[in-house]
């Protein structure tokens, strides 16, 4: 493991320096600003369920009109990765800011086959299983549960589109389509597959400094997408998201973010729609095991600049995964904690690259980023 550590932090210095190498040639341009600057960055990790994962990350960062001196720069993204367990995907991320920022719009379409893992713990396994089939007494069990494998095969497509109402309110509204299939690694291969449609309401409240690398400020937000039957999703579920950060500036080299996350899926839903604690917000959890409708967690990053170009970050956080709110329980908490290094890609837009390592309860990953956390 030390081995594999160690090659895996070699690979990210080299990394780091070849951005560093191509972004340094944008700060010397001379004459006319350049219009479009890129960022290329390529990427290897490693966590408990994919081992070894290779791909790429390249974003591109632009002004959608010369003219427009209030609108934060706009991005297009595309993330590719290949694992040694044979998962893949491709993701093209986009996030226009337009009209001196009275309109934001984001355009997200992906697809790939993931081999994944989610658990079972023995208890759900006995209480649905039928009488008399089981001895009265049971051997002791090795373990609380077990891991079961699948593959979900997907493709989809994400749209919102928000309108400035009043000071720095945005709303608007989203749709989305996505197909799964999903197979799980079992006798009898049973499989689920899901075709979804959903709409719904999109809006923010945004006073951060910057959409890059916000130094103070707040942002809050509140998403919700319908499924419906009757307009051609395989099933009805309502998804609700809140978010909520506070960027604290701590002299000219320190940020302190405290942040409140919770996604809930609530109605009939399917196990791909399901949440997973990790999955794209606390750092640490990469096995899949913590999912349920529901998931909350709160967390806190400090941020220092040792120079212009280097920094690092510390954070920490607790999360939970439950199907109703009468599971809340202090036994059900996942606390999670890391730390990562940064460099500073643009100085000028404030756009960094980097990586974090976090560990959580029984569990670890390795994860690139292109941008500060929680900046999507």
Known sequence: MKKKLSLILLIIITCLKLSAQETNNDDDKTGEEKR???????????????????GVMASAFYKGS????????SSSTIIGSYSANDTWFAVLANKFYLKEDLFRSKVVAGTGGVNFQTYLDWGSILDNMPPNILPPVLPPLPEDGVFI???TS????YVDFTVNLYDRLYAGLNIIYSHSKTTFDLPSSPFDTQDL?????SSAYDIRDNQMQPLEGFNGVFNTTSFLEAFGSSSNYTNITLEYNKYFKQGERNTLLLRAYGQAAVGDVPFAAQNVVGRDDLRGYSNGKYRADQVYDIQTEYRHWFSKKWGCVAFGGVATAINTSSDISLNNLLP??????????IPK????????????????GVYFRILEAFTR
């Open 36 to 54: 479009i600057t890129t960022i290329f960055l390529p990427t290897v990790s490693y966590n408990n369920s994919f081992k070894t994962s290779l």
């Open 66 to 73: 010369k003219q427009d001196t209030i609108s934060p720069l």
């Open 149 to 151: 494998q699948y593959n």
């Open 154 to 157: 997907f493709y989809f497509a």
């Open 197 to 201: 449609f959903g709409f719904g309401l």
């Open 336 to 345: 999670a904690a890391g730390a990562g290094v940064r460099f500073m890609a």
């Open 349 to 364: 837009s404030r756009i960094t690259v980097g990586v974090d390592v976090a560990a959580g309860k029984g569990d670890w």
